[in-house]
């Protein structure tokens, strides 16, 4: 499915500009609603280049657990987060109790049912531990696609 640039007419027959079409088969659909001039097709080249490699990229990305990803992720020298120390919560050594409430459909009636409600911070029994986390965590969801855009890259031949 490649994208590709079309000229948009009037019913008249008059010259409007230039737009992205992308192919679907037998249906063809304007991709934008952009309209570029003559002088802007330098642009509009480049916004094709764009689109058409995301196609290719999408094509190739890898999954989560896939080998090329996890190596680079696992590479310290590989865009390094900034970590702290932090204290969290040890869920393997910790209690959680809930608070018990009557259950409410959709229409606010109570059903009869007993469900768990909300924490019940005073009965739980909270158990803490050191874990170092990036001081943004942003930063690790951004190292995380670009580890799968340079492993789609390469497999694209981009």
Do not use: C
Not at 23 to 46: A, C, R
Not at 77 to 86: I, R, S, Y
Not at 102 to 122: C, H, M, P, S
């Amino acid at each position: 499915m490649q994208y590709e640039s079309v000229a948009i007419y009037t019913l008249g027959g008059d010259f409007v500009g230039y737009s992205i079409l992308k192919g679907l088969g037998t249906i063809n659909k304007l991709q934008s609603v952009n309209i570029w001039s003559e002088e802007e097709m330098p642009k509009l080249t480049e916004q094709l280049g764009r689109l058409n490699g995301d196609v290719a990229l999408r094509a190739h990305w890898p999954r989560q657990d896939d080998p090329e990803v996890l190596a680079l992720l696992n590479d310290p020298n590989f865009m390094p987060l900034e970590t702290e120390v932090v204290d969290v919560v040890d869920d393997g050594n910790s209690y959680y109790a809930y608070t018990q409430v009557l259950e409410v459909d959709a229409l606010g009636n109570q059903t009869g049912r007993i469900i768990d409600g909300d924490l019940d911070r005073e009965a739980s029994v909270l158990a803490y531990k050191k874990a170092v986390v990036p001081v943004r965590p942003i930063d690790a969801q951004i190292r995380t696609k670009k580890a799968h855009e340079i492993v789609a890259q390469r497999r694209a031949g981009l």
